[in-house]
């Protein structure tokens, strides 16, 4: 279903690839290919060309993302109960898009219920990274999501459209991740489509701020500030709180989305069945997760979103000095601003 006929007739969010019929192309925006070409390039840097990032607005992104960053910019308008969820790439996306959509439509779909989306989809099925509509030229496809419209972006708030930096409609929810681990799981990623980038190029690039959204500490102390300016407005997590307490998270998401459990849904435990859904162990074993894949520009595996999500895996990757590196940098950045991992 694509068109205004869905967003009539149903009440959002619903499953992102219920409500795209697959009709609206791939059709990439070719009109900022001269501004993109003039973007500065961190190849001076990288030593291995697949890691060729462009500098838009002070972010680096890769090539091919720029034009939809642009045309996001110049185009995206926010709707009244617009939830973005914002994140560095590989500090806990995948799980928040599940936790976040299991809890706004946990009317309509019980979380235990076996016909939830959640048991036959993808979670990057269920919430779309809008970066990525914008930059294949399928944003239309957001025009026919039913209010309120659950999205993502991997983009910092400086470059995100005013409707959603600065407007009253949009929540934005955070997430960020111990950068260590953040390097680790971004490389074993990666590696699963592009097997001949490093993890040494590929911590070079975030410790020089060049990775794709970066530099990582601008990405969080940018919601970091925002969400200590507006409190009601942007809600800030990290993976590790998450991981230590997801209970408690997920009700705090639910109150901070205006939908707080009812004494009826706590003594039903609707908060730990939400939890439950949504845990690695449930999601990398459903079947909609072992096989299928998701992208454009490259293909990643279904399965590749979902590792080992722990606390502390950079131990086993990471030298030491790469770590105090790390940690170095962090130490540096966020001093005086009150956040820390
Ligand atoms: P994305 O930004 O490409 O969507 P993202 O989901 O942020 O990726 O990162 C994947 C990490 O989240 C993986 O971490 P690891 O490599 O250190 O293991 C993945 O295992 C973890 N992850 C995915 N789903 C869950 C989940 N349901 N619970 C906890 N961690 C998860």
Same mark, same amino acid.
């Given at each position: 279903?694509?068109?205004?006929?869905?967003?009539?007739?149903?009440?959002?969010?619903?499953?992102?690839?219920?409500?795209?019929?697959?009709?609206?192309?791939?059709?990439?925006?070719?009109?900022?290919?001269?501004?993109?070409?003039?973007?500065?390039?961190?190849?001076?840097?990288?030593?291995?060309?697949?890691?060729?990032?462009?500098?838009?607005?002070?972010?680096?992104?890769?090539?091919?993302?720029?034009?939809?960053?642009?045309?996001?910019?110049?185009?995206?308008?926010?709707?009244?109960?617009?939830?973005?969820?914002?994140?560095?790439?590989?500090?806990?996306?995948?799980?928040?898009?599940?936790?976040?959509?299991?809890?706004?439509?946990?009317?309509?779909?019980?979380?235990?219920?076996?016909?939830?989306?959640?048991?036959?989809?993808?979670?990057?099925?269920?919430?779309?990274?809008?970066?990525?509509?914008?930059?294949?030229?399928?944003?239309?496809?957001?025009?026919?999501?039913?209010?309120?419209?659950?999205?993502?972006?991997?983009?910092?708030?400086?470059?995100?459209?005013?409707?959603?930096?600065?407007?009253?409609?949009?929540?934005?929810?955070?997430?960020?991740?111990?950068?260590?681990?953040?390097?680790?799981?971004?490389?074993?990623?990666?590696?699963?489509?592009?097997?001949?980038?490093?993890?040494?190029?590929?911590?070079?690039?975030?410790?020089?701020?060049?990775?794709?959204?970066?530099?990582?500490?601008?990405?969080?102390?940018?919601?970091?500030?925002?969400?200590?300016?507006?409190?009601?407005?942007?809600?800030?997590?990290?993976?590790?709180?998450?991981?230590?307490?997801?209970?408690?998270?997920?009700?705090?998401?639910?109150?901070?989305?205006?939908?707080?459990?009812? %004494?009826?849904?706590?003594?039903? &435990? #609707? !908060?730990?069945?939400? +939890?439950?859904?949504?845990?690695? /162990?449930?999601? @990398?074993? *459903?079947?909609?997760?072992?096989?299928?894949?998701?992208?454009?520009?490259?293909?990643?595996?279904? %399965?590749?979103?979902?590792?080992? &999500? #722990? !606390?502390?895996?950079? +131990?086993?990757?990471?030298?030491? /000095?790469?770590? @105090?590196? *790390?940690?170095?940098?962090?130490?540096?950045?966020?001093?005086?601003?009150?956040?820390?991992?």
């Amino acid at each position: 279903m694509v068109g205004s006929e869905t967003s009539s007739l149903l009440h959002g969010p619903v499953a992102f690839k219920d409500a795209d019929d697959g009709t609206i192309p791939v059709h990439p925006p070719t009109e900022y290919a001269a501004a993109v070409a003039s973007l500065p390039t961190n190849l001076n840097h990288a030593s291995n060309s697949k890691l060729k990032r462009r500098c838009y607005q002070g972010v680096w992104v890769r090539e091919e993302w720029a034009p939809g960053i642009m045309a996001m910019q110049r185009s995206f308008a926010a709707r009244p109960g617009d939830v973005v969820l914002a994140s560095v790439p590989k500090s806990g996306t995948t799980w928040l898009k599940a936790l976040i959509f299991a809890t706004m439509v946990r009317a309509a779909c019980p979380p235990a219920s076996p016909a939830h989306p959640l048991r036959r989809l993808n979670p990057h099925d269920c919430v779309p990274l809008v970066d990525r509509l914008f930059a294949v030229g399928r944003e239309a496809v957001l025009d026919a999501l039913p209010s309120p419209r659950l999205m993502c972006t991997h983009m910092p708030l400086s470059v995100l459209p005013p409707s959603i930096s600065g407007g009253p409609y949009c929540k934005i929810v955070y997430i960020c991740r111990d950068p260590k681990d953040m390097v680790v799981s971004l490389w074993h990623f990666i590696n699963r489509a592009q097997p001949d980038i490093s993890l040494q190029e590929m911590f070079e690039t975030v410790c020089e701020g060049t990775s794709n959204g970066g530099p990582f500490w601008d990405h969080i102390l940018g919601y970091w500030r925002a969400s200590n300016a507006e409190p009601s407005r942007v809600l800030f997590l990290t993976y590790e709180q998450m991981l230590q307490d997801p209970l408690d998270k997920v009700r705090k998401l639910a109150q901070f989305l205006g939908r707080p459990f009812s %004494d009826t849904e706590e003594e039903a &435990g #609707v !908060v730990a069945e939400i +939890v439950e859904l949504c845990s690695l /162990e449930n999601l @990398k074993n *459903l079947e909609v997760n072992k096989k299928g894949s998701q992208g454009v520009f490259f293909k990643f595996s279904h %399965d590749s979103y979902f590792r080992n &999500g #722990v !606390v502390g895996d950079w +131990v086993n990757h990471l030298t030491p /000095e790469m770590a @105090k590196r *790390l940690d170095a940098i962090c130490e540096e950045k966020f001093r005086g601003s009150g956040f820390t991992f």
